[in-house]
């Protein structure tokens, strides 16, 4: 399975961006779609998943109200719509997926998603 993430920019704060993750390859396998960022000096950290349905969504409450995933299983395409962008959303922002079922509060675990993309960089000016 091939990730690739793309969408990112520069923006301003209070603007809204969408990401878009295509999957390839053998994505028969794959189950739970997430998306991670990674700000400059911070480690990486969950910032939503999605199920294979698309049916329930978890988001991390620094992005909560703000971000939303979703998927499209027809297109092999899981998306990360951010509305009112804040300069602390600056990052590099991955998408990963799993074969692994949707276990609730496990799915912001990194060790759970076997596959991952090459990441696209989101800068928000303030």
């Known amino acids: 399975v091939q990730l690739q993430a793309f969408g990112g920019g520069l923006v301003q704060t209070g603007d809204s961006l969408r990401l878009s993750c295509a999957a390839s390859?053998?994505?028969?396998?794959?189950?739970?779609m997430a998306w991670f960022r990674q700000a400059p000096g911070k480690e990486r950290e969950f910032v939503a998943a999605i199920n294979f349905s698309g049916g329930m969504t978890r988001e991390a409450d620094s992005v909560k109200g703000r971000f939303s995933i979703s998927r499209d299983n027809a297109r092999n395409t899981v998306y990360l719509q951010m509305n009112s962008l804040k300069p602390e959303d600056t990052a590099v922002y991955y998408c990963?997926?799993?074969?692994?079922?949707?276990?609730?509060?496990?799915?912001?675990?990194?060790?759970?998603?076997?596959?991952w993309g090459q990441g696209t960089l989101v800068t928000v000016s303030s």
């Open positions: 990963a997926a799993t074969s692994l079922p949707y276990t609730g509060m496990v799915v912001g675990a990194q060790v759970r998603y076997k596959y």
């Open positions: 390859g053998r994505t028969i396998v794959i189950n739970g």
